[in-house]
């Protein structure tokens, strides 16, 4: 999964990978989709332990804590940028198997996010959370796409995250410069 564009992922080669039969491997995954979701869910195990050990430890304004954890998801798939490109095939499976793997990954990152704006009022957390987990997502297709460098991402975080909580970082974070995307520009009208 990291190592391969999804779509180019054939479940005999994985299963000949894994040293087991085609049919024992269906015997336990009903899709592609199904076998990749949980195969997610076993990547993302010490990515969420890292992130909410960074949570834990995370100091400072509300800010800077959501800024350190949604820059630690960021690098996740900055390092493995194959996976998210499955991540974003999964989101639209049809397999009910994977669907449900999937929501569970979705609903273990929406709580390890949540918690980092546990301060926040309950009636603005959830919002805050989906709005942030949005640009995250989008800015990491566009990387994933090629249309915006990796910088861009962490850009279009703090952004969004000063826009949010309108406050600067803690004095001890730095600004990142100004990406500018790799698309280009429309033409004016």
């Given amino acids: 999964m990291a190592c391969v564009d999804y779509a180019k992922i054939q479940v005999k080669d994985v299963a000949e990978e894994a040293n087991v039969s085609l049919g024992t491997l269906y015997r336990y995954f009903s899709s592609k989709d199904h076998l990749f979701a949980c195969a997610l869910a076993d990547w993302a195990a010490p990515m969420d332990?890292?992130?909410?050990?960074?949570?834990?430890?995370?100091?400072?304004s509300t800010a800077t804590r959501v800024r350190t954890?949604?820059?630690?998801?960021?690098?996740?798939?900055?390092?493995?940028?194959?996976?998210f490109g499955a991540l974003m095939a999964l989101a639209v499976s049809s397999d009910r198997y994977a669907i449900a793997e999937f929501q569970g990954f979705a609903q273990r990152e929406f709580d390890m996010f949540t918690a980092v704006v546990a301060d926040i009022p309950e009636p603005y957390r959830d919002d805050i959370v989906a709005v942030l987990t949005s640009v995250l997502s989008e800015s990491l297709r566009e990387f994933v796409?090629?249309?915006?460098?990796?910088?861009?991402?962490y850009v279009r975080l703090d952004q969004a995250?000063?826009?949010?909580?309108?406050?600067?970082?803690?004095?001890?974070?730095?600004?990142?410069?100004?990406?500018?995307?790799?698309?280009?520009?429309?033409?004016s009208a």
């Avoid at 332990?49 to 400072?60: C, I, K, N, V």
């Avoid at 954890?69 to 996976?83: G, K």
């Avoid at 796409?145 to 991402?153: A, E, T």
């Fill in 49 to 60: 332990a890292e992130l909410r050990e960074r949570q834990r430890r995370s100091r400072g």
């Fill in 69 to 83: 954890v949604f820059h630690a998801a960021a690098r996740a798939f900055e390092d493995s940028p194959r996976v």
């Fill in 145 to 153: 796409v090629g249309l915006y460098p990796i910088s861009g991402v």
């Fill in 161 to 187: 995250i000063r826009l949010i909580f309108r406050a600067p970082f803690d004095a001890a974070e730095s600004d990142p410069a100004p990406v500018t995307p790799l698309r280009p520009a429309r033409p």
